[in-house]
């Protein structure tokens, strides 16, 4: 009888070892694809994506295997470009590591593409730019863009006697005082994850030309630039003001979006990934009035601010892919079809880096692209300047900023260890 | 006349403050090891405005649509498949060579045999991190990288020194007698081995497979590095996190997928406890 569960075991071993050998990553068939992207299965972008995945292959033949690995997408795709199996081609957002992508060999220079594919006079002016890495080279081609607007819950405000957004920081905080009165939360924000790092670097440039906080987001130093130790000093009054959600600090942008969704905070700081949520619910969005961040008096802005890029997820070309360029040409042309935007644009909320005339039906996507323009100017997105090796400590800093107590000199230190941490 | 007596009452047991406060540390400890499961499990259940918003509190429903969607977003019927062949694998392998070393290491008098224990336990003092690239570099130039044969290879090298060390251990308690008396009667080494080394051993053999098995299953760095993203070879534990998204995750449905790679290790490590109880008691009585 044991003789008989070695046997099985033996046999179990000698079954499985083959089986085991089976392998992920891009093959040298050029009649197969491999497409690596930040989309997951059974998001909406995700299912638009393999929606199209499968028309290609029903229309092209090419077998395509989608690796959907989601926020480690980077980290694997370089352990890939060591062992030689990186993807054909890979959808990512552009931070951090992806900067270095050219550079470093493992994406090519997609500029020589753009023309022979026919693509350069798709793109929405300036999208292709924002693309390009510090030596000129273009890491990738741009697929979806993203606003990152202040929401403005008017019932809440209306119910407090306010009418309209606040325009100045000192409406912003009478604002808050009123709120805070009626027991609702005025801002709410991630204070510690990169909603609060983004927030406090919009705020700390309400002084500064772009040019300037630029440089400054790129080298660090904050204090020594007096323009944006202003706006340092101005969010912590804000902050001692009562206008973001108590203990900020502790907050994440899950926790953030909870608190604006379920109408106990009246503001929130939420891009336009969030325009669609699941949890956002009808009534709350249709009271939402999307608009920029109040200004100071002595800004260098005419308007409030908000963000907005063409950074949010590009079309990249590995060195695998390069040698498959006809097949990877014809993914990335479909990708960028009229029906596939369209898809893209009416089931995810897409904001395409190309012109198009699709349209979403979802009421804040529309009122971020009709009427958002006019309502703001866009401050300098700080991911396009801070150092990627920066980002993770300088948010662990600007969680110290949304603690009360601590001061302006104490931020400051706090950020420059981030960028002294990083080298 | 009646008689009456005095009513004969048991003493009443004394209950001293050691033991209550001894009582209420125990529950305490009980309490917070169940607090992260409770809340894993109703949050499995909810939407994720009910998740921040009332943490704590029962779900509204028992609908298992996060399960469903969990099952279907992260392929986790693949996923699992391949963690469970991983797993049992590397576990296999594992105990195919600790085993053999441990039997004779444990019957080693030499001081060679001294040195190769000690060798085993200085595996301790190598972090596993610190072997990620050269496993990498050694898996590409094997051109076994982003597979699971080398995954499965890979897994018992990390085990080794912990499960060699322990069978030793448990196999040095065997009385040198019963391998005389055997070996008088015309059993061979693998026969001891088999017929009394395994049986004695085999609490030793339960614990060491249960400490593997938790291992192994939960291992997510080398997984994800060695084994790929690719859905087809994924384990759960590389699986799980593309439910994660820095803007938009879905707890609810995160939390469903957590409890469903929780299941299996959760069923394998309740059918060995039982065994290493069993051959607890195989054991006394043999012995």
């Not at chain 2, 070393?101 to 190598?126: D, H």
């Not at chain 2, 044969?149 to 251990?169: C, D, N, R």
Request: aromatic share 8%; proline share 5%; with cysteine.
């Amino acid at each position: 009888m044991r003789n008989n569960r070695l046997t099985g075991i033996a046999l179990a071993v000698g079954l499985i070892l083959p089986l085991a050998a089976c392998s992920g990553g891009s093959s040298d068939n050029s009649d197969e694809l491999v497409v690596q992207s930040i989309w997951t299965k059974g998001t909406a972008e995700g299912d638009a994506l393999a929606k199209m995945i499968k028309e290609f292959t029903a229309e092209t033949g090419t077998k395509v295997t989608w690796l959907d690995t989601g926020e480690s997408l980077a980290d694997v795709f370089e352990t890939s470009v060591a062992g030689g199996s990186e993807a054909d081609i890979v959808l990512t957002n552009l931070a951090e590591k992806t900067n270095n992508w050219v550079t470093n060999g493992a994406v090519v220079d997609m500029a020589p593409y753009i023309d022979q594919w026919g693509l350069t006079d798709s793109f929405k002016p300036d999208t292709v730019d924002q693309w390009k890495d510090s030596d000129g080279k273009l890491i990738g081609l741009p697929y979806s863009g993203f606003t990152w607007p202040a929401w403005y819950n008017m019932d809440l405000l209306k119910q407090v006697g306010v009418d309209e957004v606040p325009a100045t920081t000192d409406e912003l905080i009478d604002l808050a005082g009123k709120l805070r009165d009626a027991g609702i939360a005025p801002m709410s924000i991630g204070g510690n994850d990169w909603t609060g790092q983004k927030l406090f670097l919009q705020i700390a440039q309400m002084y500064a030309t772009p040019e300037v906080a630029h440089k400054t987001f790129q080298e660090g130093d904050f204090c020594a630039q007096p323009d944006i130790k202003k706006g340092v000093a101005l969010f912590t009054q804000l902050r001692d003001a009562g206008v973001f959600i108590d203990d900020a600090e502790g907050y994440s942008a899950d926790a953030m979006n909870t608190q604006y969704y379920t109408g106990k905070a009246a503001i929130m700081s939420a891009g336009s990934w969030a325009f669609g949520s699941a949890d956002l619910s009808a009534e709350t969005a249709a009271a939402t009035k999307l608009s920029g961040f109040p200004l100071p008096s002595g800004s260098s802005w005419d308007k409030p601010t908000a963000y907005n890029g063409y950074t949010g997820v590009g079309v990249l070309l590995s060195k695998n892919g390069a040698k498959k360029a006809d097949a990877a040409g014809a993914f990335i042309k479909m990708l960028y079809s009229d029906d596939t935007i369209t898809d893209f644009v009416s089931t995810a909320n897409l904001i395409p880096a190309v012109e198009s005339e699709a349209k979403s039906t979802n009421p804040l996507l529309s009122q971020a692209v009709t009427d958002l323009d006019a309502r703001v100017d866009y401050a300098v997105m700080p991911d396009t300047a801070v150092p990627g090796a920066v980002a993770d400590p300088m948010i662990r800093a600007t969680s110290i900023a949304f603690a009360p107590g601590n001061d302006v000199d104490t931020i400051c230190k706090a950020i420059d260890d981030a960028y002294a941490s990083a080298g | 006349m009646s008689t009456t007596t005095a009513p004969t009452t048991a003493p009443r047991p004394v209950r001293r403050p050691r033991l209550v406060a001894g009582h209420i540390l125990a529950w305490a400890y009980g309490a917070l090891l169940l607090i992260p499961l409770y809340y894993l499990l109703v949050s499995a259940f909810k939407p994720n405005i009910e998740i921040f918003d009332k943490p704590f509190a029962l779900p509204t429903g028992l609908s298992l649509k996060n399960f469903a969607s969990a099952w279907e977003r992260a392929s986790l019927g693949t996923a699992l498949s391949n963690s469970i062949l991983i797993t049992a694998s590397a576990a296999l392998l594992t105990l195919a060579l600790a085993i053999p070393a441990s039997y004779a290491l444990a019957r080693s008098r030499g001081r060679l045999g001294t040195a190769i224990e000690r060798l085993f336990s200085m595996g301790f003092l190598i972090p596993g991190f610190a072997a990620l690239v050269p496993t990498v570099l050694l898996a590409i130039a094997l051109g076994m990288f982003q597979t699971r044969l080398f995954v499965i290879l890979f897994m018992p090298a990390t085990a080794l020194p912990l499960s060699v060390v322990l069978l030793t251990q448990f196999m040095r308690t065997v009385p040198a007698e019963l391998e005389e008396s055997a070996v008088l009667d015309g059993a061979n080494r693998w026969m001891v081995l088999k017929e009394i080394y395994l049986p004695i051993a085999m609490p030793g053999i339960a614990t060491v497979t249960i400490l593997n098995v938790l291992n192994f299953w939960n291992e997510y760095l080398f997984t994800l590095i060695l084994g790929g993203p690719n859905p087809n070879v994924r384990t759960a534990q590389v699986a799980l996190p593309t439910l994660v998204s820095q803007t938009s995750t879905d707890y609810g449905v995160l939390a469903a997928g957590t409890l469903l790679t929780l299941l299996p290790v959760y069923i394998a490590y309740i059918l060995l406890s039982r065994q290493m109880e069993n051959a607890l008691l195989q054991g006394a009585v043999k012995g």
